[in-house]
T-cell receptor, first 113, second 112 residues
């Protein structure tokens, strides 16, 4: 089966600019997650979707970050405006919610300068 | 709140050496526990899991036993290979499809 697809793979932007990341989960997976992985740290959940709805966005900095999942399939994560501390790898993952363990994408490495 | 703590890295071993990466957790109750591996340039992959106390997860020669008495889930391998060089993450979750709480990761470097 195809894996979780993410794009772009790398992105460099200046602070205060905006950026968007795209994720296509494994077909049929109802649950989609966005994690932020800062260098030297473990991934931290930003937002979790179940189909179209948000399950958990308690760690999402809502003043600058937004995410949507249209039609319960693809998802987009946006940062506007970006700060230096947003430099990280943004990981998307999906799960069928009937088994433990997700499938992660390769991530988007964001550098804010 | 819930948390996971791993031993600090990087860990450098010679090929065929014995590996232990320590992982302890803080949680109220008994979550499911996981080890994920991240090879250079790749995404996180599930290595093994244990869903209840005293369970042993195993995969690719790696093992970890869920010890509720010591709230630990240490990763072990009897003989590491150069191809095992990666970053290893311990994590916990409360339900199927629930969010994962990760440790900070431990980088393993295996030299020939």
């Amino acid at each position: 089966e195809a894996g979780v697809a993410q794009s772009p793979r790398y992105k460099i932007i200046e602070k205060r600019q905006s950026v968007a990341f795209w994720c296509n989960p494994i077909s049929g997976h109802a649950t989609l997650y966005w994690y932020q992985q800062i260098l030297g740290q473990g991934p931290k959940l930003l937002i979790q979707f179940q189909n179209n709805g948000v399950v958990d966005d308690s760690q999402l900095p809502k003043d600058r970050f937004s995410a949507e999942r249209l039609k319960g399939v693809d998802s987009t994560l946006k940062i506007q405006p970006a700060k230096l501390e947003d430099s990280a790898v943004y990981l998307c993952a999906s799960s069928p919610r009937t088994a433990y363990g997700y499938t992660f994408g390769s991530g988007t490495r964001l550098t804010v300068v | 709140g819930d948390s996971v703590t791993q031993m600090e890295g990087p860990v450098t071993l010679s090929e065929e050496a014995f590996l232990t990466i320590n992982c302890t957790y803080t949680a109220t109750g008994y979550p499911s526990l996981f080890w994920y591996v991240q090879y250079p340039g790749e995404g996180l992959q599930l290595l093994l899991k244990a869903t209840k106390a005293d369970d042993k997860g195993s995969n690719k020669g790696f093992e970890a036993t869920y010890r509720k008495e010591t709230t630990s889930f240490h990763l072990e391998k009897g003989s590491v290979q150069v191809s095992d060089s990666a970053v290893y993450f311990c994590a916990l979750a409360w339900d199927q499809g629930g969010k994962l709480i990760f440790g900070q990761g431990t980088e393993l470097s295996v030299k020939p």
